[in-house]
C-alpha cells in the first residue's frame, strides 16, 4: 500500500535519542558561536589597540628627528643607521613619509599617500591599500612656529593577521572542547534517562506473540505511564476480543455438528429400513457429501482457530514430537492400510515449543494430503527430529507432488490444483502455513526421492526459558 503524499513528505521520523540530543546541540552551538564571535572580538581589539600604539610609538620616535629651528624651515635628521632600524621588521614591511605643509616630501616613500590631518593631535589610523598590500597607517601632524610637519606611518598586516589567527584558535579549540565534553556528558545523560524506555522496549520485542500480559506501570517513568497504561488497554481488549472469539467457534462447532450428525443418523436410518434400496449409488454420493460437509466444517473452524488473531491467548509448551506422530498413527492407520500405503514413522528425540493441538493439527493436515494424492501401495512417511538445533517435523509421499509453480498457490484457502481431481476442500495447507507462522516456523515444499511431495516445517530453537509460562 502506497504511502500518503503527506508520510512522503515528513520521511522517516527521528528516533527520540537524536531528537533530543539535537534539541540539547543546536541550542549549544549558537551559544558557542555569539561566545566565540564576541571573545574573538574582544581580543582582537586588544591586540589591534597594541599594534596601534606600537605604530603610534614609532611616527612619534620618527617626529622626534624633525628639526624646527628658527628662521627656517623644517628638516630631517635621520641617518641611514636610524631608517635602517626603523624598516627592520622580521614580519611586516614598514614604510614612512615626512611631508612639510605644503605637501613636500622631506624623507621617505614618495608614494605612500598623503593623508594630512586637519589638526595636530595624537597620531590617527588608516586601513589602505600600498602597492598592492592592505597596510595599517599611522598619521601624525605637529605644528611649530616654522609651520607643520605630517608624518605617516605604515605597515603591512602580516603580525596582525597571524596574532588573530591565534587568537582565534585559542578561543575556538577550548571552547570546542566544552562543547564536545559537554555534548558526551548530554549524550550519556540522555541514555541513562532513556534506559526505562529501552527496558519496556525489550519486554515487549521479547515477548512471543501470544504473550498479551499487561506491562508493570509502576516501574516506568511518569512521563510514559500513559503510553504504557494505553498498550495495557489494548491488551486487555485483544485478551477479551480472543476469548469471545472462541467461544462463538465453540458455540459454532457444536451446532454445526448437531445437524450433521443428525443428518448422518436419518440417512442411516433410512438406509437400514430399505429407502435406498433401489438406487444404492444416490446413497452413496449422499453419504459423500454428508462426509465432505463435514470435513469442510471441521477445517473451517480449525482455520478459524488456528488464524493468528485467534490463537493470541494460546500457551506455548515444549511439545515432543513422538507424542505428536503417535497419535497421528492411531488416526490415519486404518485410512493407510485400506489403500495399502506404507505409512512410516522416523522419529528422533526432539523438542518442540509450540501448541500441542495446533501441531497436532498440521501433522493431521499434512498426513491427510499425504495419503489423498498416494495411489494404492504407495509410500509416506513422518519424520520429526532437530536439524542445526531446530527442531522440525516433515512428510514424505509418493504420490503426483507439485509443480514448482503452484507450490505458493496451494497455500491459497480453497485452492485446488487444476486438474488433480483433488475431493478435499481446499483448506489443508492454508491451515498448516498459518499455524506455521502463528510458531514462526519455516515452510518448505521440495521434491521426494519417490517423486512425490516432501513437506517440512522448521520451527525455531526452543528457548531456555519461557517468561509466558
Not at 546541540?25 to 582582537?44: E, G, H, K, Q, T
Not at 605637529?142 to 606611518?153: C, E, F, P, Q, Y
Request: glycine share 6%.
Amino acid at each position: 500500500m502506497p504511502l500518503p503524499p503527506e508520510a512522503r513528505r515528513r520521511g522517516k521520523p527521528l528516533d527520540l535519542r537524536p531528537r533530543l540530543l539535537l534539541a540539547v546541540l543546536a541550542p549549544l552551538m549558537i551559544v558557542f558561536a555569539i561566545s566565540v564571535a564576541l571573545d574573538y572580538r574582544l581580543a582582537r581589539e586588544t591586540a589591534d589597540a597594541a599594534f596601534d600604539q606600537s605604530l603610534a610609538d614609532a611616527a612619534l620616535d620618527i617626529a622626534a628627528h624633525v628639526s624646527s629651528a628658527s628662521g627656517s624651515p623644517p628638516s630631517v635628521k635621520l641617518s641611514a643607521e636610524a631608517e635602517a632600524m626603523l624598516r627592520s621588521d622580521p614580519a611586516d614591511r614598514i614604510y614612512f613619509a615626512i611631508r612639510d605643509d605644503e605637501g613636500r616630501l622631506l624623507a621617505g616613500d614618495a608614494d605612500l599617500p598623503d593623508r594630512r590631518p586637519a589638526d595636530a593631535g595624537p597620531p590617527q589610523f588608516i586601513d589602505t591599500v600600498f602597492r598592492e598590500s592592505p597596510v595599517r597607517a599611522a598619521v601624525y601632524r605637529r605644528d611649530s612656529a616654522n609651520g607643520s610637519v605630517t608624518i605617516t606611518l605604515a605597515e603591512t598586516l602580516a603580525k596582525r593577521t597571524t596574532a588573530r589567527r591565534r587568537i582565534l584558535t585559542a578561543m575556538i579549540v577550548p571552547n570546542l572542547i566544552v562543547v564536545l565534553a559537554t555534548l558526551l556528558a548530554v549524550y550519556v545523560g540522555v541514555r541513562q534517562g532513556l534506559a526505562p524506555l529501552q527496558t519496556v522496549e525489550r519486554e515487549i520485542a521479547t515477548r512471543s506473540p501470544m504473550d498479551l500480559r499487561e506491562l508493570d506501570v509502576a516501574t516506568t517513568p511518569r512521563e510514559v505511564r500513559p503510553m504504557v497504561s494505553r498498550l495495557n488497554e489494548l491488551f486487555r481488549m485483544l485478551r477479551e476480543a480472543s476469548a469471545a472469539q472462541q467461544r462463538f467457534l465453540a458455540d459454532a462447532a457444536h451446532q454445526l455438528r448437531t445437524p450433521l450428525a443428525g443428518l448422518q443418523t436419518q440417512l442411516d436410518l433410512a438406509s437400514s429400513e430399505g429407502c435406498f434400496a433401489s438406487d444404492a449409488e444416490r446413497l452413496t454420493r449422499i453419504e459423500d457429501a454428508t462426509g465432505r460437509i463435514g470435513h469442510l466444517v471441521d477445517q473451517l473452524l480449525v482455520y478459524a482457530r488456528a488464524e493468528s488473531t485467534t490463537a493470541l491467548t494460546q500457551v506455548f509448551e515444549p511439545v515432543p514430537p513422538a507424542d505428536l506422530a503417535e497419535k497421528a498413527a492411531s488416526l490415519f492407520l486404518d485410512r493407510a492400510l485400506s489403500k495399502h500405503i506404507d505409512l512410516g514413522f522416523e522419529v528422533d528425540p526432539a523438542e518442540i515449543d509450540g501448541v500441542p493441538w495446533m501441531l497436532r493439527e498440521a501433522i493431521a493436515n499434512l498426513l491427510d494430503n499425504a495419503l489423498r494424492h498416494t495411489p494404492e501401495y504407495g509410500v509416506v512417511t513422518l519424520r520429526s527430529g532437530t536439524r542445526d538445533r531446530r527442531g522440525f517435523i516433515e512428510v514424505e509421499d509418493s504420490g503426483p507432488g507439485i509443480a514448482p509453480g503452484e507450490r505458493e498457490r496451494v497455500f491459497e484457502r480453497f485452492y485446488r490444483i487444476p486438474g488433480s481431481g483433488d475431493q478435499g476442500c481446499g483448506l489443508g495447507l492454508a491451515i498448516v502455513r498459518e499455524i506455521a507462522t502463528l510458531h514462526r516456523a519455516a515452510i518448505e515444499l521440495a521434491d521426494s526421492p519417490g517423486g512425490g511431495l516432501r513437506v517440512t516445517l522448521l520451527f525455531p530453537p526452543a528457548p531456555a526459558t519461557d517468561d509466558s509460562r
